[in-house]
């Protein structure tokens, strides 16, 4: 019998034990999760908006609710270079699980105050040559994410710019010497419009004087067309380069859908609000605890060709029934 009391004493004791860490596993596998957002745009832009709602409709859809079982700090930097630093040490101080990158100057300012917490990015041009990855298939470090462009893009760019004014002789194409990727797509621009027997004129913009400067510079070249590279400066100055554009009377070709929507001629590129959706996926794996070292760089797998009719007018330009009809969209 003694044997059967201490058996059934071992019995007890497991239970017991079972009964008091029960409860801690449950708690450690529910505990509220802290994600830091930090986007590139102002809160009160509908591009920024879209953005955030298609991310956490993800996000939803994958089980994290905020509120519920994840707690969420958005900074929003509208293009302010002088918030960046600043917002990404706030973020960072706040110690979450991990952090969302709006594009690749959000993620390098945020790279440069931590390489523990794991961050997402969700739109960068290159982020090999921003210095964000070591290579696309293994990022290393701690970081990830998905990029928006091909440098071969660029060279579609002008296709769409001789597609819509064929009579095009000159270039101007206007780029964000901060961003490191954004000189890599000059090259292919370049190549293209030498093949196409095309001028190439190229200047870099830091604020709005250089910006003004450029279309100033630009609508006395007869024949002139332009191609706006993607950068952070551009998106801070978005509405004026699409209004200076349209007083100049200067086709401008985009690689955002932002730009044409706001009046601009048109745009080939990424769906960004895409890219959003499949960041969810990557934080979500992220805070199940996979390493971002581990997650491939993806690259955008759907692009959309928008065209404003509203603006072709205003140019006296006329879009061909076949072009018209690879569009994705045709604002009228």
């Known amino acids: 019998m003694p044997d059967v009391q ?64 994840v707690r969420i700090d958005y900074r929003w930097t509208a293009g302010n270079r002088e918030l960046l630093d600043s917002y990404a040490r706030e973020l ?86 901060t961003v490191p990727a954004s000189r890599t797509l000059l090259p292919t621009v370049a190549q293209a419009a030498s093949a196409a027997g095309l001028q190439v004129s190229i200047s870099a913009v830091s604020d709005e004087t250089d910006i003004k400067q450029f279309f100033e510079s630009a609508q006395y070249v007869p024949g002139s067309g332009a191609i706006q590279l993607p950068g952070s400066i551009m998106g801070r100055y978005r509405n004026l380069i699409v209004k200076l554009a349209a007083e100049s009377r200067l086709p401008m070709i985009y690689g955002l859908r932002d730009n044409t929507v706001r009046g601009g001629l048109a745009s080939y590129g990424v769906d960004s609000v895409q890219l959003y959706e499949q960041a969810a996926s990557y934080v979500d794996r992220v805070l199940k605890g996979e390493k971002p070292a581990d997650l491939p760089v993806q690259a955008a797998t759907r692009y959309e060709l928008v065209i404003n009719l509203k603006a072709a007018k205003q140019l006296e330009i006329e879009p061909s029934p076949a072009l018209l009809a690879r569009a994705d969209e045709v604002i009228e």
């Open 6 to 69: 201490i058996h059934r004493r071992l019995l007890i004791a497991t239970a017991s034990c079972a009964a008091c860490t029960w409860p801690l596993i449950a708690v450690s596998a529910s505990r509220m999760r802290h994600l830091g957002i930090m986007m590139q745009l102002p809160e009160s832009s509908a591009e920024g908006q879209l953005r955030i709602k298609a991310f956490l409709g993800a996000f939803g859809r994958l089980g994290w609710n905020e509120g519920r079982n």
């Open 92 to 177: 960072v101080d706040a110690d979450p699980d991990a952090l969302l990158a709006g594009n690749g100057e959000v993620a390098r300012a945020l790279q440069r105050v931590t390489r523990v917490i794991p961050i997402v990015f969700a739109e960068t041009i290159d982020p090999v040559v921003d210095g964000l990855v070591a290579e696309l298939a293994h990022p290393g470090g701690n970081i990830t994410g998905f990029m928006m462009f091909e440098t071969s893009l660029a060279g579609k760019w002008l296709e769409l710019l001789r597609a819509l004014k064929p009579d095009v002789k000159v270039v101007a194409v206007m780029y964000d010497p």
